[in-house]
């Protein structure tokens, strides 16, 4: 688990690496600064589909 601080040194939040999926802002309980947080690797919307050959 990574533990995500805002530049006051407070905790905002604990998750691990895959658990944030876009992009989340959220206000530290300490100085009031508003964080945004984005997921390192971006995860596709959509899934591609299975490339099928013509007959």
Same mark, same amino acid.
């Given at each position: 688990?990574?533990?995500? +601080? =805002?530049?006051?040194?407070?905790?905002?939040?604990? &998750?691990?690496?895959?658990?944030? /999926?876009?992009?989340?802002?959220?206000?530290?309980? +300490? =100085?009031?600064?508003?964080?945004?947080?984005?997921? &390192?690797?971006?995860?596709?919307? /959509?899934?591609?589909?299975?490339?099928?050959?013509?007959?």
């Amino acid at each position: 688990m990574e533990n995500v +601080r =805002c530049n006051c040194g407070a905790m905002l939040l604990r &998750a691990d690496e895959i658990a944030l /999926r876009g992009t989340i802002e959220i206000k530290c309980r +300490r =100085c009031r600064t508003v964080n945004s947080i984005r997921p &390192a690797r971006p995860t596709p919307d /959509r899934h591609e589909r299975p490339r099928t050959r013509p007959e």
